[in-house]
């Protein structure tokens, strides 16, 4: 029996499974993790929701769904793999490479699958999380970690009627492939990274593509052809080349940071080229104006394709941008008064992304509830990762540490490289917990919401996902990304708090440690 299986038979008796690190999810962030701390030596099970690892990558099996960041960036630093086939690989190359690495480091047997975390909550007596899942299931930790990420629970627009469609309907994230979509009169709701993807992946299969448009999205050309082998033999064999190919790619995407965050206007340049991107596809100019966005550039993600606009130019597509107002058993019902009949409906409509965090009930100090903290002040941990009062609770991707312009695992890997030291720290310090301070965590997102002021997602003129209901950027981070690195390289021991030092030694080195 694995651990993973013993700690599954064990809980399902209703007996409680001891660990010293949870981590909850089996994406980059969770493996990543799990990784990190078998290095260190310090004990820890994965609770997945999923019979399969891989997060995103396992969930996201759309038509054409790949990765807009390159992978020789996009991939674990310590695991590079110098042969992907594409610049922009799609969702079952990268999957494999997610299921490779969990076999490699042999972390299977630390999985419980099936595992869907609902609560959890901190015991100030014992030091301890005590986290069930929603099987009724109990664990019991020192350290939590969430490699759950933002972008897991898709939304799916509460629209009338829409239980009583008739036909086939699915979000994106949730694809159905037993639904043939040949000959079929299929509607894709939404227009964002997901969306721009499907369209030309499906165009030549369906017999007519209405595509419900509430915002047009900025779109620039890329190309995605299979690397040449020779290219990826090289890149295999020269020592050196991959990873200068990686440090080129990271310093090209970090060049976008300035624009948008420091100064949104020169972004202009890219927009140019998106319009390019319209003008070469689509010649109908009323088209043309229906699919070209009125904010800057960059306030929402900036997409690439460069088969998307002849896919909406295409005569089988019907671009709609009036409201939709009911689904009916057979059919879309616009504000016009229009119904469009439809076999299948495609909900490309993103995640539940800053309220996320309502999905799992999470209680820190003195039972003191996150998530109504949250509602009341706003999505904030300190560097992105812990939450005063609530020790040894850490996020990967967690609050204001998303992306609009690299890639996600490098943050990711500065956050692992945080927790770890922060449980060494712990540990070194005879400690049992730690949290920020309120002052370091106060002090660190004021700093942040007034650079993000002045990015492109809070001035650009555009709503999106990335602001919460009052306007503020809960999601991305508001600098360069070596700036977070640099920030979360070593943890500031006078930004934290410790708990469960005891007395006498322990309680004084803790002291003279933070006090240093
Ligand atoms: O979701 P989105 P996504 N009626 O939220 C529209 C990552 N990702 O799944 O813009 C009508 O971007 C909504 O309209 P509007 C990436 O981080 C990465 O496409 O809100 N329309 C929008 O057009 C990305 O940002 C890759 O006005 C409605 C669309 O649905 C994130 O996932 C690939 C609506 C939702 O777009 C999410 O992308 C794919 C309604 N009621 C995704 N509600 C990579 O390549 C929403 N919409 C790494």
Redesign the pocket.
């Known amino acids: 029996m694995t651990v993973a299986e013993l700690a599954a038979d064990r809980a399902t008796r209703r007996a409680p499974v001891h660990t010293r690190a949870l981590i909850i999810g089996t994406g980059f962030s969770g493996l990543g993790m799990a990784i990190a701390l078998q290095r260190q030596g310090v004990d820890f099970l994965i609770l997945e929701k999923a019979d399969e690892v891989g997060g995103t990558w396992r969930d996201?099996s759309y038509p054409g769904?790949?990765?807009?960041?390159p992978s020789h960036l996009y991939s674990f630093s310590f695991e590079p793999k110098p042969d992907w086939k594409h610049l922009f690989s799609y969702q079952d190359e990268i999957w494999d490479y997610l299921k490779g690495v969990t076999d490699k480091y042999g972390l299977r047997r630390y999985i419980v699958f099936n595992s869907l975390v609902d609560r959890g909550h901190w015991d100030d007596e014992e030091y301890r999380w005590h986290v069930f899942t929603v099987d009724g299931r109990e664990y019991v930790a020192q350290f939590l970690i969430s490699g759950a990420g933002a972008?897991h629970i898709p939304?799916i627009?509460d629209?009338e009627g829409r239980d009583e469609f008739r036909g086939a309907a699915f979000h994106?994230?949730q694809w159905d492939h037993s639904v043939d979509l040949t000959g079929k009169r299929v509607a894709v709701?939404?227009?964002?990274?997901?969306?721009i993807?499907i369209v030309p992946e499906i165009i030549d299969r369906v017999g007519q593509l209405q595509l419900?448009?509430?915002?047009p999205?900025w779109v620039v050309p890329r190309t995605n052809e299979e690397l040449p082998e020779r290219l990826r033999r090289a890149l295999t064999n020269i020592p050196g080349l991959a990873l200068a190919l990686r440090t080129a790619i990271y310093w090209g995407q970090e060049a976008l940071a300035y624009g948008m965050t420091k100064r949104p206007a020169t972004l202009k340049i890219i927009e140019a080229l998106a319009k390019w991107n319209i003008r070469r596809s689509v010649k109908d100019p009323e088209l043309r104006r229906k699919l070209t966005p009125r904010y800057r550039i960059g306030c929402?993600?900036i997409l690439n394709s460069s088969t998307y606009y002849r896919a909406v130019a295409d005569p089988k597509t019907e671009l709609i941008t009036d409201r939709?107002t009911r689904i009916t058993p057979d059919g879309i019902v616009t504000a016009d008064g229009t119904e469009r009949r439809v076999d299948v409906i495609v909900f490309?409509?993103?995640?539940h992304v800053t309220d996320s965090f309502t999905y799992v009930q999470i209680k820190g100090m003195h039972g003191e509830d996150l998530v109504d903290r949250w509602n009341r002040e706003g999505l904030a941990a300190h560097r992105g990762i812990t939450v005063a009062d609530v020790p040894n609770l850490f996020f990967l991707l967690g609050p204001n540490t998303?992306l609009g312009h690299n890639s996600v695992v490098f943050m990711i890997e500065s956050q692992i490289r945080y927790v770890a030291e922060a449980i060494a720290v712990c540990d070194r310090l005879g400690a049992q917990a730690l949290a920020p301070t309120r002052e370091a965590q106060d002090r660190f997102n004021a700093e942040l919401q007034h650079k993000l002021a002045r990015s492109v997602w809070n001035t650009g003129g555009c709503?999106?996902?990335y602001l919460d209901e009052h306007g503020n950027n809960r999601v991305l981070w508001g600098g360069y990304t070596w700036q977070y690195w640099a920030g979360t390289r070593s943890l500031k021991l006078g930004e934290y708090q410790f708990f469960g030092v005891g007395t006498g030694a322990a309680a004084d080195r803790a002291a003279l440690a933070v006090a240093e």
């Open positions: 996201n769904c790949a990765c807009d960041i972008l939304s627009p629209i994106s994230a709701i939404g227009t964002g990274a997901s969306a993807q419900y448009q509430r915002t999205a929402k993600r939709i490309a409509t993103g995640f998303g709503r999106s996902w």
